[in-house]
Each structure stands twice: as structure tokens, then as C-alpha cells.
């Protein structure tokens, strides 16, 4: 969102989230203003279309592979203990209505990287990890090596994110990031190509 004006492609294997990326290009901010804060997916009015339904069941847990129905244990137990948790609340929803006016000009291509157009562009690819991680996607079947000499050929800009660990690329470290209450860490890593 730092640079709006900037034309985007999407590029998604994933029916849901290619979905929901259709349903925010475009939706107005009244719209997604109207849809009402539950805890679980069923509560949602008939009007609220699939997209929007997907998006609120993704808001109901972080770092998952598919849209949830409810809320997640782990973020209700972040409110009992006090912590901040997102979930489809008020701020999401009016954080979602805010940004989609940027995004209306976005396209959105149901497909894999191959379908990409061959132009230069800052290129980022988030592909799901090559280890256990990345097994949960629904579309994690992927010839890393194939992806890895199609990354090197993209004209322009290219950032590759990976986890610690992955050798189809010469990746670096990036960060490292707590997830919840458990403590858990993830190493990022990156390839970049300028």
C-alpha cells in the first residue's frame, strides 16, 4: 500500500485467496463496511459473498492455510490473557474499507508463476516453504529447482522469501518472527535480485 498508484498483478494458484483478492478489487469501502463483526462464519448475513466470507475466516486465525469458521482457541486465549489479538474486528474491517479504493486497478490471475507475464516489474515471490510448513497448503506440490531458474530470469526487481533451511535459491537470512503464545520462531529468508 505504499505505493497505490503502482499497477499490480497477482499472481494465485489457490482458488480461495484468488477469490478474495476478486472480491476486494472490487468491493466499495461501503460494502465491506456493512459486513458485520461475528466469531463465526455461519453468523454472516446471506448478502456477504463468498470472497468476504473466506476473508473474515482467514481474520479469525493467523498464519493458517484456509479460512477458519470461527475464532481460533489460541486467539481467544490472547484475550483472555489480555493481549491484543486481530480477528474480524472493528479495526480490521476499517482497515480492509480503507485500503480497498488503492486496489481497484490491481488484476488478479487465478494460475501459477508460468502465467506470469514476462515484464520487467518488481517481482515478489512467496511460494509456500520447501519443508513440513509449506506441506499444509493446499497447493504445495512444487519443482523448487524449476521455480528457482524461473525466478532468476524475471527482468527487473526479484525478492524470493523462503524459510531457513531452503536451498533452491542462494537465500539469506531475513528475520526472525514469534508467532502467539507458544513462542515459537520462524526464520525468514530471502533471495534478492536487483
Same mark, same amino acid.
Given at each position: 500500500?505504499?505505493?497505490?498508484?503502482?499497477?499490480?498483478?497477482?499472481?494465485?494458484?489457490?482458488?480461495?485467496?484468488?477469490?478474495?483478492?476478486?472480491?476486494?478489487?472490487?468491493?466499495?469501502?461501503?460494502?465491506?463496511?456493512?459486513?458485520?463483526?461475528?466469531?463465526?462464519?455461519? @453468523?454472516?448475513?446471506?448478502?456477504?459473498?463468498?470472497? $468476504?466470507? /473466506?476473508?473474515?475466516?482467514?481474520?479469525? +486465525? %493467523?498464519?493458517?492455510? &484456509?479460512?477458519?469458521?470461527?475464532?481460533?482457541?489460541?486467539?481467544?486465549?490472547?484475550?483472555?490473557?489480555?493481549?491484543?489479538?486481530?480477528?474480524?474486528?472493528?479495526?480490521?474491517?476499517?482497515?480492509?474499507?480503507?485500503?480497498?479504493?488503492?486496489?481497484?486497478?490491481?488484476?488478479?490471475?487465478?494460475? @501459477?508463476?508460468?502465467?506470469?507475464?514476462?515484464?520487467? $516489474?518488481? /517481482?515478489?515471490?512467496?511460494?509456500?516453504? +520447501? %519443508?513440513?510448513?509449506? &506441506?499444509?497448503?493446499?497447493?504445495?506440490?512444487?519443482?523448487?529447482?524449476?521455480?528457482?531458474?524461473?525466478?532468476?530470469?524475471?527482468?527487473?526487481?526479484?525478492?524470493?522469501?523462503?524459510?531457513?533451511?531452503?536451498?533452491?535459491?542462494?537465500?539469506?537470512?531475513?528475520?526472525?518472527?514469534?508467532?502467539?503464545?507458544?513462542?515459537?520462531?520462524?526464520?525468514?529468508?530471502?533471495?534478492?535480485?536487483?
Amino acid at each position: 500500500m505504499r505505493y497505490p498508484d503502482r499497477n499490480v498483478i497477482l499472481i494465485e494458484t489457490y482458488p480461495v485467496i484468488a477469490e478474495i483478492w476478486r472480491y476486494l478489487i472490487g468491493v466499495s469501502r461501503a460494502e465491506v463496511l456493512r459486513i458485520p463483526l461475528v466469531e463465526h462464519v455461519d @453468523d454472516l448475513p446471506g448478502w456477504v459473498p463468498q470472497g $468476504a466470507r /473466506w476473508l473474515v475466516g482467514f481474520a479469525m +486465525n %493467523n498464519a493458517t492455510v &484456509s479460512p477458519c469458521r470461527r475464532l481460533s482457541s489460541g486467539r481467544k486465549r490472547m484475550a483472555l490473557a489480555g493481549r491484543k489479538y486481530e480477528g474480524w474486528t472493528d479495526a480490521q474491517r476499517v482497515c480492509v474499507a480503507n485500503q480497498v479504493e488503492h486496489i481497484c486497478h490491481w488484476k488478479i490471475i487465478e494460475g @501459477d508463476y508460468s502465467q506470469a507475464p514476462d515484464v520487467p $516489474a518488481t /517481482w515478489f515471490i512467496d511460494p509456500p516453504y +520447501n %519443508n513440513k510448513a509449506g &506441506s499444509y497448503y493446499v497447493h504445495s506440490s512444487l519443482d523448487f529447482p524449476k521455480l528457482g531458474e524461473w525466478c532468476k530470469t524475471r527482468p527487473g526487481q526479484v525478492i524470493v522469501c523462503e524459510n531457513e533451511g531452503a536451498t533452491w535459491l542462494p537465500f539469506m537470512p531475513f528475520a526472525t518472527l514469534k508467532s502467539g503464545l507458544n513462542g515459537r520462531v520462524s526464520k525468514e529468508v530471502v533471495w534478492l535480485k536487483n
